[in-house]
C-alpha cells in the first residue's frame, strides 16, 4: 500500500510558476514509476510527466520544455516544477505511483491548479 499527497497547488497568473509536490508514505526506490497526470473539467486524465526509478522521463507534448519532473529518494517525494503557465493549464494534479514489484497503481487525491489573470 503506498499513500500519495499532493501539495503545492493555487491560483497563479499566466506565465508564472508553481511547484507541486507529491509525499509518498514509503520509500519511494520501491516504485519503479512515479508520475503526475492532470484532468480538466470535461476532459479525461492525462499524462504530464512520470519517471522512473532509473531516472528515466517522460513528458507531454504540452509540457516539455515548461515542466519538470524530479525524484526526491531521501525525502521520498516527487516534485513538478511548472515554468510558464497558461490557462490551459488549469486542472487537478494527481500524482500516481506503481509499485516495482506487483505493478500495482496508486493515485493521490489531487491538488488544484488554477492559472488565470
Known amino acids: 500500500q503506498v499513500h500519495l499527497v499532493e501539495s503545492g497547488g493555487g491560483l497563479v497568473q499566466p506565465g508564472g510558476s508553481l511547484r507541486l509536490s507529491c509525499a509518498a508514505s514509503?520509500?519511494?526506490?520501491?516504485?519503479?514509476?512515479m508520475g503526475w497526470y492532470r484532468q480538466a473539467p470535461g476532459k479525461q486524465r492525462e499524462l504530464v510527466a512520470r519517471?522512473?526509478?532509473?531516472?528515466?522521463?517522460t513528458y507531454a507534448d504540452s509540457a516539455k520544455g515548461r515542466f519538470t519532473i524530479s525524484r526526491d529518494n531521501d525525502k521520498n517525494r516527487v516534485f513538478l516544477q511548472m515554468n510558464s503557465l497558461t490557462p490551459e493549464d488549469t486542472a487537478v494534479y494527481y500524482c500516481?505511483?506503481?509499485?516495482?514489484?506487483?505493478?500495482?497503481?496508486?493515485w493521490g487525491q489531487g491538488t488544484q491548479v488554477t492559472v488565470a489573470a
Open positions: 519517471a522512473t526509478s532509473g531516472d528515466t522521463t
Open positions: 500516481k505511483a506503481v509499485t516495482a514489484d506487483t505493478l500495482d497503481e496508486y
Open positions: 514509503r520509500s519511494i526506490l520501491s516504485l519503479y514509476v
